[in-house]
């Protein structure tokens, strides 16, 4: 079945780089997404990827799809105390549904 | 600030209440989606209207209900409440129904449901 897989916790020092990794199983998915959601608030989008794509950077944000793995990252350079949150990754299957993993839990020790 | 508002922010009730939480999309969206987030089960999709018409149904129990007005605000509603439903609930819209592959989702802040 439809299916998206995250870490739940992640744990880094601010100024060192994050990795947030994600697992998804449609194989026909069109469009993977990351969103934020920090305490009290709603997901925020942040960036999404094009299937056919393999990276796309957008100032402190990395997102590396490996398509044959099924595998999606989001790299947090410089990772500051503000970046704590949880993160979301989502895909948009071939069915056009949206399945959004349980979220990874990013903290940052100052 | 997504553009999507949701009423009320928090919300506090009794088992076996019925309680309703709204849900106005973005200016020109016409698709509204309702999700549950809650410690144990994390975020589940419970149901989506498109243009007034229910386009799509998941984890949603039977004692749950939403819809969607002319005006594109939705509603959704909670009755037999137990303390297991106690939890955030959010809405997102999108632009259009047919979900397509560029058919971005939009949260709301949530609503905080406690039952007592």
């Known amino acids: 079945g439809e299916d998206v897989e995250q870490s739940l916790f992640l744990s880094v020092r601010e100024g060192d780089s994050s990795v947030i990794n994600c697992t998804y199983t449609?194989?026909?998915?069109?469009?993977l997404y990351w969103y934020k959601q920090e305490p009290g608030a709603g997901l925020q989008l942040l960036t999404y990827?094009?299937?056919?794509?393999d990276m796309k950077q957008d100032q402190r944000l990395t997102v590396l799809l490996n398509k044959k793995d099924k595998h999606l990252s989001l790299r947090i350079a410089d990772t500051q105390t503000g970046d704590s949150a949880i993160y979301f990754c989502?895909?948009?299957?071939?069915?056009?549904?949206?399945?959004f993993g349980a979220g990874t839990r990013l903290f940052v020790k100052a | 600030d997504s553009g999507v508002t949701q009423t009320p922010k928090h919300l506090i009730t009794a088992t076996g209440q019925r309680v309703t939480l709204r849900c106005s999309p973005r200016?020109?969206?016409?698709?509204v989606y309702w999700y549950q987030q809650s410690l144990d089960q994390g975020l589940q999709f419970l149901i989506q209207?498109?243009?007034?018409?229910?386009?799509a149904k998941g984890n949603i129990l039977e004692r749950f209900s939403a819809q969607q007005f002319p005006d594109l605000h939705s509603e959704l509603n909670l009755s037999s409440l137990e303390l297991g439903d106690s939890a955030l609930y959010f809405c997102?819209?999108?632009?259009?129904?047919?979900?397509?592959?560029?058919?971005?989702?939009?949260f709301g802040p949530g609503t905080r449901l406690t039952v007592l």
């Open positions: 997102a819209s999108s632009p259009g129904g047919l979900a397509g592959p560029t058919d971005t989702q939009y």
């Open positions: 449609d194989s026909s998915s069109t469009y």
């Open positions: 990827i094009f299937s056919n794509m």
């Open positions: 989502a895909e948009k299957t071939g069915g056009f549904k949206t399945i």
């Open positions: 200016s020109g969206d016409l698709s």
């Open positions: 209207y498109y243009n007034g018409e229910e386009r």
